[in-house]
């Protein structure tokens, strides 16, 4: 059993009820167990700046999916959403990122291929995963650095 934690964003349309309608999709799939959210929280956009607030959340997912089929599901979900990718961190109906993993022994996993990157590579620069991220473990800990004093950093 793998422990996902997943991004989520949504800044077109009626976002609060993508975010809801995708946790209950991925909630009822055979092999996605203990899925818990964060408080949903609006932010700022990142990146390409020039678009909509987003509403933001991260999920901790158990799962027995690898993680390339778990990316399937996600993808799936973002398409019911008719998410379209036309701008490069541009608005969408959903976003749902894979943004850390640990392996069934709680081992960070590491991917680094075409269609996924794991750790992602700006989840521990974005106070909009990491604050979610805090509310779901408090302990979290990237590259000996706890979540708490990246925050702090971040917020300097």
């Given at each position: 059993m793998y422990t996902y934690y997943i991004s989520v964003g949504s800044n077109i349309g009626n976002r609060r009820q993508f975010i809801v309608d995708a946790y209950a999709s991925l909630s009822i799939h055979p092999q996605v167990h203990n899925i818990t959210s964060s408080s949903i929280i609006e932010t700022e956009p990142w990146g390409y700046t020039k678009q909509d607030v987003f509403l933001n959340a991260v999920w901790r997912v158990s799962s027995a999916l690898e993680p390339h089929e778990l990316l399937d599901?996600?993808?799936?979900?973002?398409?019911?959403?008719?998410?379209?990718?036309?701008?490069?961190?541009?608005?969408?109906?959903?976003?749902?990122?894979?943004?850390?993993?640990?392996?069934?022994?709680?081992?960070?996993?590491?991917?680094?291929?075409?269609?996924?990157?794991?750790?992602?590579?700006?989840?521990?620069?974005?106070?909009?995963?990491?604050?979610?991220?805090?509310?779901?473990?408090?302990?979290?800990?990237?590259?000996?650095?706890?979540?708490?004093?990246?925050?702090?950093?971040?917020?300097?």
């Open positions: 599901v996600l993808q799936s979900l973002e398409c019911e959403a008719q998410r379209k990718r036309d701008i490069h961190w541009g608005p969408r109906t959903l976003d749902l990122d894979i943004v850390y993993a640990l392996s069934d022994g709680g081992a960070c996993m590491s991917i680094n291929d075409e269609r996924l990157v794991i750790p992602h590579p700006y989840f521990w620069d974005r106070l909009f995963v990491l604050e979610p991220l805090m509310e779901l473990d408090k302990e979290f800990t990237y590259n000996g650095q706890s979540i708490g004093d990246r925050i702090q950093t971040l917020k300097a």
